[in-house]
Nanobody, 118 residues
Framework: QVQLVESGGGLVQSGGSLRLSCAAS????????MAWYRQAPGKERESVAG????????NYADSVKGRFTISRDNAKNKVYLQMNSLKPEDTAVYYC???????????WGQGTQVTVSS
């Protein structure tokens, strides 16, 4: 059974930092590109950052480029998102997922709430 468990969210002031973690199980983690997504209230879920299977290639949404860094540890089946210089517009529930055909492949986990106060 596939499980995606996100953690590390919280309340932080504008300009602060958080590190999100995602623990994956139930599939061969190293066989999949992974990505972080976020969904703000009243908005569609959007991709924030992606990373290739071995971690050698990453991509970012323009809105987070230069502030967020995605990484992964295939030995631990985990993917991370380091978020720096946070802005109120980064407030959202953040999710991770395997990427197939450019979209999140498995059922979504519960996500982790990130709230950035101004």
């Amino acid at each position: 059974q596939v499980q995606l468990v996100e953690s590390g969210g919280g309340l932080v002031q504008s300009g602060g930092s958080l590190r999100l973690s995602c623990a994956a199980s139930g599939f061969i983690f190293s066989n999949y590109a992974m990505a972080w997504y976020r969904q703000a209230p009243g908005k569609e879920r959007e991709s924030v950052a992606g990373i290739s299977r071995a971690g050698g290639r990453t991509n970012y949404a323009d809105s987070v480029k230069g502030r967020f860094t995605i990484s992964r540890d295939n030995a631990k089946n985990k993917v991370y998102l380091q978020m720096n210089s946070l802005k109120p517009e980064d407030t959202a529930v953040y999710y991770c997922n395997a990427v197939v055909g450019g979209i999140g492949f498995y059922n979504w986990g519960q996500g982790t709430q990130v709230t950035v106060s101004s």
